[in-house]
């Protein structure tokens, strides 16, 4: 197979002749693995490793006011910055006018400065927009080759939003905008997306197969709540998404949880997109057994074909739990059709992975 063969047989829930692999390594890794495996580029790298899976095919960006005042280049472990300005041999500005500096080890960034540290003035940016994208006519060539060439093919949406406005903020500054000011991070997201918004749709104009951004999202569990409520965990809010998006496939957890189950039914009842898994532990599965909700021959609150076998235990206690369900299966006196679909047949056939029947059938 072809890394895009391979790529498109997985998608497709097929099995490829191995698994798709790609390379997302620190410019360090990388040169020693150039170093050890005595090869000169990372797509050496990539082949000797069966990794070779991905091309860019995405549109390219320029900065004209930047490019004036560009006066040096960057280089090393840390990045491949390229042409810059520098500040001083350390630290350096990019074109969203952050300040960056090498750390004391030479191996990482380290954030200085960003426009938005001392201002909230986004009115006074000067902001990219679909005016700093290059208008290529020959890429919508260039992506189709590097797939008649077997790869596939990336297309670019840059930073991630949260990154990108981060850097510009100060990440400090950005996590008490999420408490104090929150309207604030939505215009500033908002004036990001007239540039994301535009690369993304570019990438998909000229056929790319994936759009990529790049940098972490981190310590979300330790970012101030965004007007979250566990009511939207409620199961009654999968009937409006399973209206809204018939095609898609959704597993509810837990049966619904303890308290919503009558809801959890009637919207597995009357949704044919809509799935239920058992995971949840012990207080889950009597409840499956006291109030009927799965019982032999659909008898149950839910019909068979609509729940699914799952786990949230470690590998070291999964042996017990699967001894639980098949007594449970015993007790409430399920057909071997029926174990066999909650064991494994509905989530094949819910995956792709097997050809849909009637529980029964």
Known sequence: MTPRERMIATLNHTRPDQVPIELGWRDEVMAAAMKHYGVESEHEVAQRLGADTSRGGGPKTRWPDYDKRVNGELHGVFGNIGRTILHDERTFEDHWGVVERIGSTGKYLQWVTGPFEKTDDLDGYDWPSERNIVDDPELRKKVAALKQAGYWVCGSGGAHPFKQAWRLRGFENFLCDYSADPGFIERLYDRLLGFIVPMCRRSAEVGCDVIEFWGDVAMQDRMPPRNVSATRMAPLHLDSIANRFPKLKIIGAHVGNQGNYDYAASVARWRHNVYFDMSGGET??????????????????FGVEKLVFGSDCG????????DRFEAMYEEIGLTEDEQERLWWRNAAEIYGLETPTLAGE
């Open 284 to 301: 889950i599965e009597r409840h499956l057994v006291e109030r009927k909700l799965l019982a032999a021959n659909s008898r149950g609150e």
């Open 315 to 322: 590998m070291d206690e999964i042996k017990t739990h699967i």
